[in-house]
Every structure is written in C-alpha cells, then in structure tokens.
C-alpha cells in the first residue's frame, strides 16, 4: 500500500510515497513557491529506484481523461549520490500504485555526467524498459546545460501514442522517443523523484515551467508491406494507414522510401521529388489508405547496399509507425546438426556451465541462480560458425534476462541475442566488454513461452523472435565458438520453490547454414 495525500499543489492535487521496498523508506515531498506559470515545485525524494516491478520515490500529480501534454524544466539542487537519481515528468495508469503502468522521461544524477532516459512499464506490476536519449549526433548525452533541461510528454489517447520530448530553452522541442501505448482513459499526470539508493538520502530538485495542456486529436499513419521479407528483382507494395479521429482536414504527408529501390504507381496525387513522395491530402473522418509501390534492382548486392532498407516518413507532427524495415535474408538453412528436448535428465550431462547452475528437471532446462553477472551455459564444438539455432524459453522472474549466447569461446567472449530490461538486444561480450550491438524496445511477459531464433552466417547475424525478423546485424570480432543460453537474474532475487528457477528453456535445435546457389532459395527461415 504506498501512501497518498490529496491537497493543491499548484496545478496538482494528490501525492504517492511509493514503497518501501527495500530496509529504508523516508517520506517525500513537494513544496511549491510562486503561482501559476512561475510557480517552483521544490520536490524531494527517497527511494530505492523507479524501476523492475515496483517503484519506490514520490510522486505529486493530478488526473486527466484523453490526450494531455505536461512540461517542466528539472533541475537538481542535490541527487544525493547515485548516478541513477530520477527526475521527470510522468504519466501513470494509478498513480498510488507502485506497480502501475507508466511512461516518463526523466532526468538522471548530476554527480557523474547526468543524462536523460526515457523509461516505461508496459504491464501492471512487470518489468520496466528505457532508452538513452541522444543528440543529433548520436554519441552526446542530452543533459542539464547549467541552468535545468526541459522535458515533455504527450499522450494521443486516439491513437494509443505516447511521445517524449526535450528542450534547452523551453521553445524549440527535440523528439526524444514514442511507443504505441495503451491506457484506460483516465490517468495521473505530474512529477517524480527517486534517489535511487536503499538509505535515507532524499534527493532534491527544483521543478519550474511546470504547464498541463490539453492536446488536439492527430492524425497517425501506419505503414504496412505485403512481403516479410525482400529479394533483389521483387515488386514490393507499400500500404499507409491512415486514422484520423477527429473532422476531415488537410494534412501534407511525406514518406522517404529506400534509395536504392525505384518508387511507382502512388497514389492519391502524391508526387515523388528528391527521393521523397509528398502527399496533400484531405484525410477523412476515420480511416483511409494510401499506396505505391517500390522495385528492388535485379543486381541488388547486400554486401555492398546493406541487408536493412529502412523507410521514414511523417505527418508533420508525429512520424509514421508501423513496419520501417525490411530485411534481406541471403542465407538457406540446411540439416538439423542436434538437438535437446530436455525430456531426459541426462542430457544435462552435455552442457558445460560457464557461470550459474543450470539443470534439466520436469522436461525443460532451467537455470537456478541469482548473480551479479552474467550467467551461460554451452554445448557443442567451439569450431561452430555458420549455424541457425533456435530455442523456445520464458522468464520467470521479474529481472531475468535470458536469450541464446552463440560463438562462445568463454564467459567473456561470445554473442547473445535476448532479453534485457524490456528490451530486445543482441550482446556482444569480448574480453569481458559488453557492447550493445541492437537493441530495440519490447515488454516481456513472464510465464509465457517466446521464441528465440539467430541465424550466423560469416559476420552476418539475422535476428528472429517469436517468428519475426527483427534486425540483421554485422559485426566480425568473434568468428566460432559453442552454442548454448544467456541468463542473468539480479543478485539477492527470491527464486521460489514453486518457480523451480528464474529461466526456463526448451526445444534447442541447431541448423547448419550455407550460402544460397541461386535466388529462389534464399530464405526468411
């Protein structure tokens, strides 16, 4: 039960104190200074972090049906002293509930290089998910210039559209991130804060700008493709769909296709200049389609063009969603090289665990272990290279991290295609290094079986999960090794009885992979 209070404060009227969950919990506050638009929102907070499962820090915030926007400028006044304190502007499904839904973007500690994350809980009471906020250039971290940064989230409650967003002077907004999102229609907005540290430290900031506006429906355009997949010489359809929830109105809509491939047969007028296709379109009361078409070169080499083509496009507002990528997949899968259903105990005798116990009990493999690192376990010879495997594996526990590792030649050197905090990513370990090689977001459910597929052939690495191609990615530092499972379940995780573990695995095969003779057999696996 996280304690709550109704009152003003400024434009909010109630409080949470999320927590405890951890051996400490000092009770929060907001002190507002000023009125209206120069009101100050001195916030503090204790907490061990807004993140995993549950919450614990505090919370000032209000509630609004439909399609709002909140902005603020954070400053830190003092942290406390974890990199990880928190500071932002949230949205929340209920906001006394530790274990809400929620999206927020926030800004982190200003102690060691502060940045800005934007940060989600896609399920009540499942695990949270975040991605780092950049520049323009993609390697500068968005963070406080001196005097406090600006942050802003948006909520297109039509078209189940979360939007975060940043500013250094508080006019000219910067797209952070956005996520289709689904809430009930009545939901918290306001401020949180977490200190980040099981002690009772409260961190401090000064929250200013502070303004909860309503927002106008939008119209939202989401691409689709009749293909999965493409191969040099294919005819492709493209198909946008638009929604529009509210009147009829004009909208200029620009959609940038491949540059390699050639564009034909728009429709509705649209035009294609400079590699673009423009649209002015009336766009109708509720749903409409586009379409066009795009021709793949018949010489299309990937080694040299690239495996992805990426499409981008917007309304002017809001970037089109849906299908982005698709993917060349110039590979044919061949004979099963060997396989584990788990249902006999002794197979357990041909894996080698590199870190963690892991074991064969009641027809699955299960890996039993809390750590504060990684935890794998291989099998097969360390000359396998090019190899599809597959695996079917679900989490237990709310902080597991698992997947197939693949080219390992020791617990500091291989590949893992998985997942970590709510995202999807492929990891790259050499000589104890972790380099993020992909990542994308998708929530986990716990208990309920995913599949996981890689397909490595040469420095090329095709990326499934559950069916789906997700990314086909390069990179040649490791070039064979053993096949096996990733797992990392947090230190100090209760692993009960009844879970039998915190990860569970099934039905691993691996594939021999070869190099396609000619087009008709190149394959999406």
Not at 85 to 98: D, H, L, P, W
Request: with cysteine.
């Amino acid at each position: 039960m996280c304690p709550f209070a109704m009152a003003q404060y400024g434009i909010f009227d109630q409080t949470a104190d999320w927590g405890p969950r951890g051996s400490f919990k000092v009770e929060g506050s907001v002190e507002v200074v000023g009125t209206g638009a120069n009101a100050i929102y001195n916030m503090a907070g204790n907490g061990d972090d807004i993140w995993n499962n549950d919450d614990e820090g505090f919370f000032v915030y209000t509630e609004k049906s439909g399609s709002w926007r909140l902005s603020a400028k954070v400053y830190w006044e003092n942290p406390g002293g974890n990199d990880w304190a928190k500071i932002g502007v949230m949205m929340r499904e209920t906001g006394n509930s530790a274990t809400s839904r929620h999206y927020w973007i926030e800004l982190r500690g200003a102690g060691f290089g502060d940045r800005t994350d934007a940060q989600w809980r896609m399920t009540t009471g499942g695990g949270s998910g975040n991605t780092q906020i950049f520049q323009a250039d993609g390697s500068t971290n968005v963070s406080d210039p001196g005097d406090g940064l600006f942050l802003r989230i948006t909520r297109y409650a039509e078209i189940d559209l979360v939007v975060s967003e940043y500013s250094f002077d508080g006019s000219n907004w910067i797209f952070a991130h956005s996520q289709t999102m689904a809430f009930q229609d009545t939901i918290a907005w306001g401020l949180a804060i977490t200190n980040h540290d099981d002690n009772q430290v409260l961190a401090e900031a000064a929250v200013s700008n502070v303004k909860l506006e309503q927002v106008e429906s939008v119209v939202a355009v989401t691409r689709g493709f009749d293909v999965s997949s493409f191969l040099p010489g294919q005819t492709i359809n493209v198909t946008l769909n638009v929604s529009n929830p509210g009147a009829a109105k004009t909208v200029t809509l620009t959609e940038t296709p491949p540059a390699a491939f050639t564009v034909s047969n728009i429709s509705n007028g649209g035009t294609l200049s400079g590699g673009k296709i423009t649209w002015s379109y009336n766009a109708p009361s509720g749903p409409s389609t586009l379409n066009y078409q795009v021709d793949v070169p018949a010489n299309y080499n990937p080694s040299t063009t690239g495996y992805t083509a990426r499409w981008s496009g917007t309304d002017g507002t809001l970037d089109f969603v849906g299908k982005t990528n698709l993917f060349l997949i110039n590979v044919a899968v061949g004979d099963e090289l060997f396989s584990f259903d788990f249902e006999n105990a002794a197979q357990a005798d041909q894996w080698t665990d590199l870190a963690g116990f892991w074991d064969v009990e009641n027809g699955r493999f299960y890996e039993f272990l809390d750590a504060g690192g990684p935890l794998v376990t291989a099998t097969g010879g360390f000359d396998l290279a090019d190899v599809a495997i597959t695996v079917q594996g679900m989490g237990l526990v709310g902080d597991a991290d698992w997947g197939i590792a693949f080219r390992i030649t020791d617990l500091n050197n291989h590949y893992s295609w998985q997942f970590v905090n709510s995202l999807l990513a492929l990891i790259m370990y050499s000589g104890g290094a972790r380099t993020e090689l992909f990542t994308m977001a998708y929530p986990e459910e716990l208990n309920v079986w995913q599949e996981f597929k890689v397909i490595a052939k040469g420095n090329v690495f095709y990326l499934y999960f559950n069916g789906e191609v997700m990314a086909v990615v390069e990179n040649s530092t490791h070039a064979a090794g053993q096949v096996g499972f990733f797992g990392w379940v947090n230190a100090g995780t209760t692993i009960s009885v009844e879970q039998v573990g915190g990860i569970a695995f099934d039905n691993f095969v691996v594939f021999a992979v070869t190099t396609p003779t000619d087009v008709s057999q190149w394959s999406i696996y």
